[in-house]
Structure formats: structure tokens, C-alpha cells
């Protein structure tokens, strides 16, 4: 297949791959997650409890992490001092992933778990159809004050006598925006002309997203929201008030959250009364309990209905000031409540209808527990028509790809050097057809005729022509076969990085070893003991994935008080080194004009961290300012860096410098080491290794993996939570949406177009096209066999919490490659393709 005809047919399958893909991801997270209120039927008449409370207070602070309240240790001195009198009562409550802010508002005002397309929803959030308990206070005329997080307003438009909102998305800001609702409190704590007031506190979130969870200025933000409880409850003590203070989600030991970890789901539930009666507590913070349990709590007590789709259990022991008859009149309401949202053939089995009232308040909330996990355990809703035509489309497409790639592999001998055996060919085919004979029938007929009338010839040939292969060929055909299999476990989701990181030392080694049996072993040796430093190093830089980021890190300790010096020191010299290996090593036919302006951009981009604060030899935790025209100097830079070699027809050449500086300003200054890693890497494997033993193929498959490795090396998982979103408000003062989106974008995934920068622009221009169709065929390979996993195990009990963010990864990492495709497509047209 000649070059000219490679290039529609790589575009044709790029776009029908992202038809299947978007046809599979409207199957598995459908638009119409939850009923309308209308199309809910009428719950079960609820007889009548007068409400406990006239005024409520609801304090919600973002990412309050269980132990921030409930550790001996914690600096909540008034919290905790209500708690070990008995004057407040406490419980661990337990948030359902996503762990973000929109889903936790939704559960906590309807009692229901939200769809894990609501947190995709996060940036624009339309108004709440379902019922809730603010829709029904407005309706009961209660006065409803608001002032935080503006979601509440997007959510509840036209619900509240007075409001204030302020930006959730905005990281760097952790005092303004906690100011603009503390100073609301004096007018409001005076007049009380309100019934409910919501505060929503943001600053916490913002400190872990900018700090983490270590910082020093965590226990200054608890102190101070300590002391906002405190003066609101002495306002509000004298009246028939509940105060409720709470966490909406948790935070990670990064800082980060939307996972499901226990730092992430586990927060606070703390109710304060001066009608407690102190004698009755009978709370146990020991005990977890559901956090959409609050809602049902809530609407009892402030004599509402609970919300149609509510799934919570009112909790018992804030039923204390109630007579008994009324406690068991309102669980065993609760119950039919339940109930009636079970589907008819459950309603027997849990026996909820024609329930004596005389029996114990423990036996009927266990009932109610029961019904309560058989509702969460069928939250899931699938449109498999768009599934299996999902699965369809790129089974197909994966097909096509394949039968393309066997042709390329005869057609083009330079393509591939060190030939693929025949079992691995048989391999491929063998996992191909069982994994569609399982799943798709109709598909694995469909392929077996195209393959029977069209391909066979082609199949025989490859085989034959792939006998003989090198240990390194096959250790890359072996492990990018096996990567998707592997997913099929989910602590291999989990733990993904671990994987990249041993293949991709594996293949090094086995690279050099073979290296060293036909040239002189010194100059092997010395290189293999460069890359065993630097693959040492890039491993332990930063812990991420989920069951050892806790462990200390050299992050760990370059970020420890004392050691600032020693972080600028390191800092400085890792930019210098950056600059002598682009300059003297990967670029060596730059213009001097060109390398000028590479090395003014890390000299910026070093007072630009100064000047944020990320290095300091001061120790001060303040930042001195937000860098706004320093970072427009930085990128103005970059913008004049790629334009002067786009002047020289080298544009990949400017795109991989450019990248650089962006990736360098964006990121925390340790991953600078990340960036001189895979610069030394190319270094050594590219002039003295790769291009001397193997050709297109291997380069190409080793790249891809160097991608994945240097993208979990940078902190990056499969899991939310390791997002840095203090990375999109770098250089910024006040809140951009797009500019935010696209630094925080650049920040996870700009080593993976760094890398493939740099491997096009070495790349031979007549193998573009074939390369491509690699990267599209491995691309389409993983993308169908994790789909199949998505389809196994979507009623798993991992599926939202270790399955479904791997999903929308691979959907990231899906655009990628149509970007990086785009890319190289625009500059074959305008002839600014360059070969070192």
C-alpha cells in the first residue's frame, strides 16, 4: 500500500474509532442519569411529624477529610471540645465516588448517588430537576440565605432570599474566597430574618490542591473554620436551630480527590443543638454510615417529605427528642419509601409492606439498611444498544487496522527489521477472535467473511515473513499484547504505573545487553548504568497510583521544611542540564538565535518560580503574587521559540522545545527531573542504541511506552485524584475557563506530546504514514479489548471508583492521538515536516 493511499485510509479509521468510542461512552454513561420529578409516581403518604427545628445551619466545608475533625490531634479546639462533652453528636460518613463537588451537592440535597457523568458536568451545571430538600423548603416558604461555592446557585436558581457566590475552581485563591462568605456573618448572625443559611467554604480544597494534605496551612484553615462554628452556634444557640457541619467529599494525601479511596470518601457528619439532650448521645464516630443518609435526616427533621428518589436511612440517634411512637412511625416510613423504589419482584423478598409499628427502632433500621445497600447495588443504568454498536464499530475498525498494518509489514521492509515469528502473529488473531466470539457473535461473523474473502493471502504472508525476531522486538511485541489483557484486573488499573516502569527498564536492559555482545562493552556498560540512575530516580521521585502513595518520595523530602535551599539549588542545575541536552545533544542544528531563546525561557521560567513561591530560599509558605505577566512573558516566549524554527521549515523541532517550556512552567519544579530523564534517554538510546539496531517498528512501539511511563512518572494514575488542578491557575488572578482547561490538560499529558514530538521529528518522512498507523493500531487494539472490559465488569463493585476514570484516560489518551494526528497531517500539507 503506497504512501499516498495510507494517508485516507489512517483518517477513516481515526474517525470511525471515535464514532465506536462515543457510541460506547453514551451507552455506559447515559445523558438522562435520573427520573424527572414527574415521571417519579407519588411517594407513600407520610404522616405528619412537626418539625424539631425553626432554623437550620448548614456548614459545608470542601474537602474536609474525616480525621481533619475526628483525630486527637486535631486543631478544631472547639469541635472537639463539643464532642468530648457530649454537647454535639458526630458520625463518619461515607461519600460515594466521584468524590467532586457537584455529585456531593446532588447526593447530599436528594439523597441520591449521582451518575459518574455528573462530575464530566462539573464546569457547567445545569439547574436540579429532581426533588430535593431546597426545592421543597422554597416551597414551604422557608427563607433560604446562601454564600460560597456558586454550583448551589447553578443548581438552585431562584432559591434563596440573599446570595454569594464564589468561584470553586479558582485553587490559588484560598483566602479571598473564603472572606468574601465569612464576611456575610455578621449581618446575617444579627438579623436572622432567614430560616436556613448554606456556607459552602472552599479554601481547604484549594490549600490541597495548591500544597496538599501535609501542608502547615491546613491546621491554620481548620482553626479558622473552627472558630466560624463556634461563632455561628453561639448565635444561633438560644433559638431552635441545628447546625450541620460537613465535608462534601474528602481529600487525598496529595490533596487531590475524586476517587474512591478512604481519604477521599470518609468526612465528618457533625450536628450541633442546644436541644440535645447531652444524656442521649449515643453516637459512635467509629461507625460509617452513608453521607445521602443526611438528607432523609434532614428533611424529618425540618417536618419535610423526603425526596422522591432519596435512597438514605434517616439516622436514628437524631431521633432521640422524638417520642418513640414517632421514631418508629418515621423509620418505618422510611422503609416504604425505600421501598417503593425497589422493583416489584424485590418488594417480597425484603417483605417492606404490612409492617407492624410495634416492634424495635434496631430491627427497623436494619430493615431499612437491607433495602438501602439492595437499592445502591442497582444504581447502574446501560443503553446496550450503544454499547454492542460501540463494541461493533471498533471491532470492525480494529480489523481493518490490523489487515492494513499485515500489509505494511510486506510491502515495506524497512518498516519492521527484526521480523515478528509466527506464534505472536497467531497470538494476536487467537485473543482477537476470542475475545469476539465471547462478547459479539454477529461481529465475529462478520470478520471471519471479510477475512475469509479478502485477507487471507495477506495473513499467510506476514506469518511466513515474520520468522525471525530479536529478544527486543520481542519483549515489545510481548508486552504490548499483554497491556490490555492485564487490565482485566483491577489492582493492575490501580497500579498501572508499576507495570511501564518494569517493561520499560526490562526492554533497556535486554536493548543494551544485546548491544554490548556486538560492539565494545565499555560504552554499553556506561550507558546501561546511566539509565539504571535514571530509571531509579524516576521511579522514586513521585509515589502515585493508590496503595503506597502515603510512602515518602523525594518530592517528600525536596518539598520539607529546611530543604529549600537544596530545591533551589537542584532546581537550577536540573534547568541548566536541560538546556545543555537540548542544545549541544537533540538539536544540534538549531540556529543561535533559536537556542537563545530556549535558554530565556528556563531563565523566565526560574523567576517565575520564584516569584510564585515554588521555590524559595526564604521558607515562607505565602506566595509573593500570582505571576500573571510573568507566565504571558513565558509563553510569549514559547510562541516566538516555535515560530523560529517554523521559519527554518522545523516545526516538530519548535514543537518539542516549546513543549518543554510549557511543561516546565505548569508543573511542580521536581518534575523537572521527569523532562532531563527522558532527555538523557533519547541521548543515549537514539544516536548510540536504536538506530543502529533496529529501524521504525521498534522505535516506535519503545516510544509508545516511554510515553506511558514518563506520563504516570509525572504523578499522574488512573485515578482523579491525581490531577493537579493547581496547575490550570498558574499565572492567573482570577478565573479563565479555557486557559484553566488547557494548562490543566497540558499538565497531565504534555510529556506524552513531548515525546512524540521528538520521535517524529527524527523519524524518516516515508515511513510518516506507517508510523501512524502503528500508533492507530496499537491505539485501536487497547482501546477494544478495555472496552470489553468496561462491558465485563459494569456491575462490578469497582466499576465508578477503579474501572470508569481508566476509561476516561483512555478516551484522553484516545484525543491525543488524534491531536498528535492533526498535527503531523497540517504540517505534511504545508510542507513544514523537517528531518534532523
Known sequence: MREHRLYPHTLSLLIFSCIGLSTF??????????HSIESVPPTHHQPHIPPLYDKLVIIVIDALRYDFVLSPNSPMSFVSGMLSNNS???????????TVTLPRIKALT??????????????????????????????????IVFYGDDTWIKLFPDSFMRQDGTVSFFVNDFTEVDNNVTRHLPRELANKDWDVMILH???????????????????????????????????VSEDRSLLVALGDHGMSVTGSHGGATRDETLVPLLFISSLFNNDNITSNIDD????????????????????????????????????????????RNNILHLCRLLKPSQRDEYKCLDKSLETSLELLVEQARLVQNALLSTTSEYDHVYLYSGLFILAVTLELSVSILLRLVLEYPRFITHRLPHRYCIIVISIFLFFLCAY????????????????????????????????????????????????????????????????????????????????????????????????????????TGINWIHLEDISTWLEREGNDFYYLVGYSYTLFT????????????????????????????????????????????????????????????????VMSYTRESNLLFGLFTGLQVVFLMLTKPYYSLILLITLISHAI??????????????ITVYILWVCYATHYACGNSNHFASVDLGAGFKGMSSHYEPRATIQTYLSVFSMFFITLSFHFAHLNPKLLWSQLHLFLSFRLYTLFIYLLVMHTFRYHLFVWSVFAPKFLYEICHSVNLVIAISVVSFMKVTNYYFVL
Not at 454535639?88 to 466521584?98: D, I, M, N, S, Y
Not at 484553615?221 to 455561628?232: G, N, W, Y
Not at 536492559?509 to 565494545?520: K, Q, R
Request: aromatic fraction near 12%; include cysteine; charged fraction near 10%.
Open 288 to 331: 460509617v454510615i452513608m453521607q445521602i443518609d443526611i438528607t432523609s435526616t434532614l428533611a424529618v427533621l425540618m417536618g419535610l417529605s423526603i425526596p422522591l428518589e432519596s435512597v438514605g436511612v434517616v439516622i436514628p440517634e437524631l431521633l432521640s427528642e422524638l417520642s418513640e411512637q414517632d421514631q418508629l412511625i418515621v423509620v
Open 685 to 698: 538510546l537514539y544516536p548510540y542504541i536504536l538506530l543502529r539496531s533496529s529501524r521504525g517498528y521498534t
Open 440 to 543: 459479539l457473535l454477529v461481529i465475529v461473523f462478520f470478520v471471519w467473511i471479510y477475512i475469509l474473502r479478502h485477507e487471507v493471502y495477506y495473513y499467510k504472508r506476514a506469518v511466513i515473513c515474520m520468522f525471525v525476531s530479536s529478544g527486543c522486538t520481542q519483549v515489545l511485541v510481548c508486552g504490548s499484547l499483554l497491556y490490555p489483557i492485564l487490565l482485566f484486573s483491577s489492582s493492575c488499573v490501580e497500579e498501572e504505573h508499576n507495570l511501564w516502569y518494569y517493561w520499560l527498564t526490562t526492554f533497556q536492559f535486554i536493548l543494551l545487553i544485546s548491544s554490548t555482545a556486538n560492539t565494545a562493552g565499555v560504552t554499553s556498560v556506561v550507558c546501561f548504568i546511566m539509565l539504571v540512575v535514571c530509571s531509579k530516580l524516576m521511579v522514586s521521585l513521585k509515589q
Open 110 to 143: 436528594t439523597g441520591t448517588v449521582p451518575g459518574f457523568f455528573d462530575m464530566i458536568t462539573q464546569i457547567s451545571s445545569p439547574a436540579l430537576k429532581q426533588d430535593n430538600i431546597i426545592t421543597q423548603l422554597v416551597a414551604t416558604n422557608k427563607r
Open 201 to 235: 467554604y472552599l479554601g481547604l480544597d484549594h490549600i490541597g490542591h495548591t500544597f496538599g494534605s501535609r501542608s502547615q496551612l491546613i491546621d491554620i484553615k481548620l482553626r479558622e473554620m473552627d472558630d466560624i462554628i463556634s461563632r455561628v452556634f453561639a448565635a
Open 578 to 641: 536541560i538546556c545543555i541536552m537540548n542544545n549541544a545533544f537533540l538539536i544540534r542544528r538549531a540556529s543561535t538565535h533559536n537556542k537563545l531563546l530556549f535558554i530565556g525561557s528556563l531563565l523566565a521560567i526560574l523567576y517565575f518560580k520564584l516569584v510564585i513561591g515554588e521555590v524559595t530560599m526564604t521558607g515562607q509558605l505565602v506566595k509573593y503574587s500570582h505571576g500573571v505577566w510573568q507566565s504571558w512573558f513565558i509563553l510569549l516566549l514559547t510562541l516566538l521559540l
Open 88 to 98: 454535639a453528636r458526630c458520625f463518619t460518613g461515607h461519600a460515594h465516588a466521584p
Open 25 to 34: 461512552f453514551l451507552g455506559y454513561f447515559p445523558l438522562n442519569l435520573s
